[in-house]
């Protein structure tokens, strides 16, 4: 099975700042790497599908990049409502949807 | 707009069963694959289990392979989980959600509420 790794595992920001989180995957996954933001009590959002591309409706300062096994998730310029917990989830097709471990953000 | 509403969920004895529901409404339900995501407490998220539009593919994690079974009613527009030999690992809440488009690879951009469940003696 794939594996996911996340880091740093958390992080603490001051607003303004631009925050990088690093996926890792253990085989290539091509570009099968979305990212999403999931903050207490509410419903988990996509952010990033296909490694780069933007879902509808998310501001512009979050981004994604990467293919293979190395991939990046980053958020330009903090914010107070971005404070989360953010995941990458790979798919292949035989261990199918594997989320990482996650990387919980806080405004410092 | 799309609306998953899920159900069924509430406490158990480990090793009892529990089958819980999705209601989905706003998109042509058996146009899309669907899945089932959870959240134990204090954890991160889990991918469950995914089924594809018709019903004919579907994947498990690991976890419950062989204790969960995913199916779908299209004439009803609804998403089920049946869970068996329930362990207390199982406790979480279990989202559905809908990829972004149809097949079963694609993002999960649409979530439910979620529904919890708790294995306990």
């Known amino acids: 099975d794939i594996q996911m790794t996340q880091s740093p595992s958390s992080l603490s920001a001051s607003v303004g700042d631009r925050v990088t989180i690093t996926c890792q995957a253990s085989?290539?996954?091509?570009?099968?790497l979305n990212w999403y933001q999931h903050k207490p009590g509410k419903v988990p959002k996509l952010l990033i599908y296909?490694?780069?591309n933007l879902e509808t409706g998310v501001p512009s300062r979050f981004s994604g990049s990467g293919s293979g096994t190395d991939f990046t998730f980053t958020i330009s310029s903090l914010q107070p409502e971005d404070i989360a917990t953010y995941y990458c989830?790979?798919?292949?097709?035989?261990?199918?949807?594997?989320f990482g471990p996650g990387t919980k953000v806080d405004i410092k | 707009q799309v609306q998953l509403v899920e159900s069924g969920g509430g406490g158990v004895q480990p090793g009892r069963s529990l089958r819980l529901s999705c209601a989905a409404s706003?998109?042509?339900?058996?146009?899309?694959?669907m899945h089932w995501v959870r959240q134990a407490p204090g954890k991160g998220l889990e991918w469950v289990a995914v089924?594809?539009?018709?019903?004919?593919?579907?994947y498990y994690a690991d976890s419950v392979k062989g204790r969960f079974t995913i199916s779908r009613d299209n004439s009803k527009n609804t998403l089920f989980l049946q869970m068996n030999s329930l362990r207390g690992e199982d406790t979480a809440v279990y989202y559905c959600?809908?990829?972004?488009?149809?097949?079963?690879?694609?993002?999960?951009?649409?979530w439910g509420q979620g529904t919890l469940v708790i294995v306990s003696s």
């Open positions: 296909d490694a780069s």
């Open positions: 085989q290539d996954i091509n570009n099968y």
């Open positions: 989830q790979q798919y292949d097709t035989l261990s199918m949807f594997t």
């Open positions: 089924i594809s539009n018709d019903g004919s593919i579907k």
């Open positions: 959600a809908k990829p972004r488009s149809p097949g079963i690879a694609a993002a999960a951009a649409y």
């Open positions: 706003g998109f042509t339900f058996n146009s899309h694959g």
